[in-house]
């Protein structure tokens, strides 16, 4: 079992000050680089996925979240507003508001929909101190945020196709869902009173979990304040759930921002707003992987990809040339010289490195690389472009194994 609180700090991933204050970690290089490619990854699948991406202020003035309902039925999750002359402004709690206005201020036609708007942006909980943990639970999150704005009859499959790219991304950073969960209103009234557009909403996202054939399981009091959502939930090593991923259907902030779409008929229509988030928060999303692969990150979101092992002074000019190979072709490669030890001294030190590239007087003379993985396999020695094309492909096709098991190439333990 590991706590991400303790390894992420023995890794140099991320630390806490005082002085900065709780719930407000701050990412050390190792742990940017990791940040760093899961946000480049998640910013290409939306792009292929048809995207676009926005940026957007993480500032508002106090009257957008009355109008969105944030601050009648979510305020005591907001910080206190600030006063700005006459105005007061207040720490986003959600992007979508401001995605709302972003769409408001073109008009649209239904040639354009669905319109699929997307931001890796900042917004802040004002969360308790006694809840605050890690990554885990933070004041500043960067959210991995979208949403789309489209026909009725275009939210289903929209909302499919948001699950497929959840499988996807899980599949990438070799982690699973726990469960499905159809998150439904509860009593009380922190909900949005609008009977028919909650039946309309659930209706819609029923029809999605059982069109994609995935278990799921209802809970009442668990929907946003405005819809009901698909939350995918994980489990960290403590046997603690906790949502990852969501899908949302909002019938809600389209009426209070009063959205329009030019229709077929040319006459406007109200569209609906689908959020979905395929990795959340990119803090939680980092606590999970620490925890699921115990500092091992699939190897295209290891901050070290390729360490370069020379067996003597004598092999170090050619494992530098070969570090500058890796970072030509964009690894991310370190040089581990005699300086720092025996050759098991360094091949223990970089045991959560994928790659670990021994180059001792042979492999030298043939510009060869004897390969060890990650998980104890060794290579017989390869031509160096061969190697680094191979783990080029591998890094680039995200994929989770760290050898083609296809490859002619046999390893032994």
């Known amino acids: 079992m590991h706590d991400h609180r303790k390894l992420g700090r023995e ?29 480049e990854y998640i910013r290409t699948a939306e ?24 601050w009648s039925h979510y305020s005591d999750d907001m910080f206190p507003p600030m006063d700005l002359g006459a105005e007061q ?43 605050l943990g890690g990554l885990t639970r933070v004041r500043a999150i960067q959210l991995n ?15 499919g196709a948001a699950l497929e790219m959840i499988r996807r991304a899980y599949e990438a950073l070799g982690i699973g869902a726990a469960r499905y969960r159809l998150s439904l209103p509860g009593p009380g009234g922190k909900y949005v009173a609008a009977p028919e557009k909650w039946e309309r909403s659930v209706a819609l996202l029923t029809e999605v979990l059982d069109r994609s054939g995935l278990p799921y399981e209802a809970a009442e009091g668990e929907a946003a304040f405005y819809g009901p959502k698909i939350d995918v ?8 759930e906790s949502t990852l991923s969501t899908v949302q259907v909002d019938f809600h902030q389209p009426e209070r921002f009063d959205l329009r779409y030019i ?41 070290t990809q390729v360490v370069v092992l020379p067996i003597s002074e004598a092999e170090l000019r050619h494992a530098e040339a070969l570090a500058r190979r ?26 959560l490195v994928p790659y670990q590239a021994v180059i ?53 333990a």
């Open 263 to 303: 229709g077929a008929d040319g006459a406007k229509h109200r569209p609906v707003m689908v959020h979905r988030s395929i990795i959340g928060s990119v803090e939680r999303a980092v606590a999970h992987l620490i925890e699921e692969h115990g500092g091992a990150f699939p190897a295209w979101l290891s901050p």
């Open 47 to 70: 792009r292929k996925a048809g995207y676009r991406h926005v940026y957007s202020p993480v500032l508002g003035k106090r009257e957008l979240y009355e109008i969105s309902g944030h």
């Open 360 to 412: 001792g007087a042979r492999e030298a003379a043939d510009d060869r690389v004897a390969l060890r993985l990650r998980d104890g396999r060794r290579l017989d020695p390869l031509p160096a472009e061969d190697v680094l094309d191979r783990i080029g492909a591998l890094v680039g096709a995200h994929r989770t194994d760290l050898w083609d098991p296809a490859s002619p190439t046999s390893g032994r």
């Open 89 to 131: 402004v207040v720490l986003r709690p959600s992007l979508c508001p401001h995605h709302a206005l972003i769409y408001r201020s073109r008009s649209h036609s239904y040639r354009e929909l669905p319109l699929r708007m997307a931001e890796l942006g900042g917004m802040y909980r004002s969360e308790l101190s006694g809840v």
């Open 11 to 39: 890794l140099a991933l991320f630390d806490t000050d005082p002085l900065i204050g709780a719930g407000l970690p701050y990412w050390l290089p190792d742990g940017a680089v990791v940040r760093h490619a899961l946000e």
């Open 233 to 240: 939930q994980v489990v960290d090593g403590l046997g603690r």
């Open 145 to 159: 945020d979208a949403h789309i704005f489209c026909t009725l009859d275009q939210v289903a499959d929209e909302a």
């Open 326 to 351: 890796c970072a030509d072709l964009g690894l991310r490669a370190e040089l581990a010289g005699p300086e720092r030890g025996s050759l098991g001294a360094r091949i223990r030190e970089a045991r």
